[in-house]
């Protein structure tokens, strides 16, 4: 049995119990998958619960209070104030929640802790729940990924403490719980679970023994939350049909990809400077998130286009971006910047991979009305998968769930456009805790086979792979 504790190894050296806690457990194989699969379901219901909560909420917050609110605005104030007065307050409440509950952390924080402790603090799970409720509701451009991420990650991180399983048991689960939020979300499995285990890297998927188990978390979660929510399955956005791809797509998908490291860059530097100008009022909880909410509010009422966290403004850029010009959409795309960055630098709590994919959008609809030789998919897809690459270093993963959130068979021109991406911000990171897995950790006997069963169904000894295996140990 290896020493992660995943996998029982007819190869496995004996000397592996060196990497273990001797109080610690392991799993067979077989029961790493039945965690999965109870991680999946449990996330699946999870992701349930948490969208019908935040449905009936946005439901209220921008649907029904509006109706019964309007008719006592002032004359002196048109009733389009509602949304600022509505983010505004939504920030106080934020500020709130975040200083009577704490601050449950970000996804940074919890790509550190995946590297080391392996697991997600499951303490943390209902201050992040009721506060990432009140920031989506209230407009911020920060989607639910985040916390969905948080709850049932932390619950894999019990799971495997409950279990007293090793420290890289731990992490498994933890990673299964990451990608059943995320196959929930997403709607694209097998996208979503590696996407999950690319994220803490800055080149690359590291966590290789997760990946089965992941995935299977990650479609159990899928299929709960498609059964009881009954969202259909398949392409989320309608884009038009794209004529049969030809080599000009794939170059098309290049130079896209350079475009979107660039915008990638440009958000960067100014989220970078929102962080700089709020820094002083770090320790003021509760003004920095209702200053947050008041900037939110204000760029909203310039461009609508920029409240909430763009799941479902996306296909409104797709119906609507040949009516706008070009200007207007890069207005759009650099004023969404400036709302992703307030609304995490004052405390409201989410994921950016959608406001990130709305910045693509609309910039890539932008190129195709430059340049009518890009069709607008292509342009917008590519722009999408490039820009959220650049921030988030995923560049398999994005790619994958492009693919199936659009719908298309463009699988070829997004990695292209993602890779390239990639390549050219290899050197620049927004997440910080990004880094190389801890290769001490790592059991040679996940790595290394020391027999080869031959076609004839005879063992051999490959020459050097014992000096290799001390190699890897040392």
Known sequence: MSSNGQIENDYASPSSVDYMDHDDRQLTYSQLILCAVVIGIFGGFVATIYYFVLEAMMHVMWQTLPEKIEPYFPSWLPTGNYVWIATTIGGFFVGLAIYFLGLPGEMAQVVDKIHNPGKIDIRKTPAMIIASLIAITSGGSAGPEAPLVQVNGSFGSWLGDKLKLTKTSVRILTFCGMSAALG?????????ALFALEIP?????QYFEAIAPAIIAAIFSFAVFRLNTGITIGGFYHFEEVPALSPQN??????LG?????????????FRVVGKLLKPLEHYRIILATLGGLSIGLIALAFPQTLFFSEAQIQTVIETGATLSISMLLAIAVAKMLAISFTLHSGFLGGFIFPLF????????????AVPQVHPTVGMVCLMAAVNVAVTKTPVSTSIILSVLSGTAMLPVIAI????SFVLTSQISMIKTQRCRDLEEVDSSNLILEEVALVQEQKTIIPGLNQLKKLVRA
């Open 184 to 192: 929930a979300f997403f709607g694209a499995p097998i996208g979503a």
């Open 201 to 205: 890297h800055r080149r690359g998927l």
């Open 258 to 270: 350079i475009i979107g490291a660039g915008l990638a860059v440009m958000f960067i530097v100014i």
């Open 417 to 420: 456009a993602s890779f390239v």
């Open 358 to 369: 709305f910045i693509g959008a609309n910039v890539g609809y932008a190129v195709s009305l």
């Open 250 to 255: 794939l170059f098309e998908g290049l130079v």
